[in-house]
């Protein structure tokens, strides 16, 4: 079975530039994750899908970033414009409802300059 | 009070020894916990799931959960270089069960 795809997995941007990730979930999974793992932390959730509903998007700074899921397969998490405190590892992962066990995509480390 | 605590560590044992993990959580009604292994430069693989209190074991691996005192932690036996890595206790809280994180315990297992 094809675990979580993410793209790009590295990218280094200047800052006020715009930047989006893409994610391609396990076959099958209805709800799909985005996380911000900084240097040191564990992930922290940003975004949270059941199908291509929002569950939860409490923690997503939505003055500048996005995301949607519009097919209820794929997603994309965009950043416009970023600044240098996004530089961070974003991670997609996605579980077969809301509540089961999580898979994690390889991640895209995002470099703001 | 952090949600998740963990200790950052480092946390060294050697080879062939029991390296044990241990984690806090401040939400009573948290029902689901899970570990996680996160080697350098790597996304997280998961490694253990427990839902009820009392221990589970897999393999090398057993998670032990006391609801009561809010405690979570992970054993692991005969511990192997392999093993090195950081291990990330989380746990399903809120209404909409958002899995919440701890910090990680950086563990190195000696040859």
């Known amino acids: 079975e094809a675990g979580v795809a993410q793209s790009p997995r590295y990218k280094i941007i200047e800052k006020r530039q715009s930047v989006a990730f893409w994610c391609n979930p396990i076959s099958g999974h209805a709800t799909l994750y985005w996380y911000q793992q900084i240097l040191g932390q564990g992930p922290k959730l940003l975004i949270q899908?059941?199908?291509?509903?929002?569950?939860?998007d409490s923690q997503l700074p939505k003055d500048r970033f996005s995301a949607e899921r519009l097919k209820g397969v794929d997603s994309t998490l965009k950043i416009q414009p970023a600044k240098l405190e996004d530089s961070a590892v974003y991670l997609c992962?996605?579980?077969?409802?809301?509540?089961?066990?999580?898979?994690f995509g390889p991640g895209t480390r995002l470099t703001v300059t | 009070q952090k949600e998740v605590e963990q200790n950052s560590g480092p946390l060294s044992v050697p080879e062939g020894a029991i390296a044990s993990l241990n984690c806090t959580y401040s939400d009573r009604g948290s029902q689901s916990f899970f570990w996680y292994r996160q080697y350098s430069g790597k996304s997280p693989e998961l490694i253990m799931s427990i839902y009820s209190n009392g221990d589970k074991e897999d393999g090398r691996f057993t998670a032990q959960l006391n609801k009561a005192s809010q405690y979570v932690s992970l054993l692991i036996r005969d511990s192997q270089p392999s093993d090195s890595a950081t291990y990330l206790c989380?746990?399903?809280?809120?209404?909409?069960?958002?899995?919440?994180f701890g910090s990680g315990t950086q563990l190195t297992v000696l040859p």
């Open positions: 899908f059941q199908n291509n509903g929002v569950v939860d």
């Open positions: 989380a746990l399903h809280s809120g209404s909409a069960r958002q899995l919440t």
């Open positions: 992962a996605s579980s077969f409802t809301t509540g089961d066990e999580q898979y």
